[in-house]
């Protein structure tokens, strides 16, 4: 079993910065494909960013090219998430996730993850 914890949310303006970080425990997650996903109010949980589990690719929602950074620190059982020019339309809880290897779903589909966080809330004001 994989215990995960993200933070590094909070209120931010528009145009402003935030690194969130996601924490696992319980095992390694090194081996594995981590993502971030996020959901608003009202709405539902949709993809963000996914990394492989050497780092060496990386995958975005078109929404978020350009402006989010996906990174992971394998010695530190650690996924990121840098956040730039953040908008209104990025608030969200946003939560990481394991993805099962045995799945045959797209990276961006959150049926293809089988450990997830309780999230973190991300607040843009404009």
């Known amino acids: 079993q994989v215990q995960l914890v993200e933070s590094g949310g909070g209120l931010v303006q528009a145009g402003g910065s935030l690194r969130l970080s996601c924490a696992a425990s319980g095992r390694t997650v090194s081996s594995y494909t981590m993502g971030w996903f996020r959901q608003a109010p009202g709405k539902e949980r949709d993809f963000v960013a996914a990394i492989s589990w050497t780092g060496g690719d990386t995958y975005y929602a078109d929404s978020v090219k350009g402006r989010f950074t996906i990174s992971r620190d394998n010695a530190k059982n650690t996924v990121y998430l840098q956040m730039n020019s953040l908008k209104p339309e990025d608030t969200a809880v946003y939560y990481c996730?394991?993805?099962?290897?045995?799945?045959?779903?797209?990276?961006?589909?959150?049926?293809?993850?089988?450990?997830w966080g309780q999230g973190t809330q991300v607040t843009v004001s404009s």
């Open positions: 996730a394991v993805k099962n290897p045995a799945s045959s779903s797209s990276w961006s589909r959150d049926l293809a993850y089988m450990y």
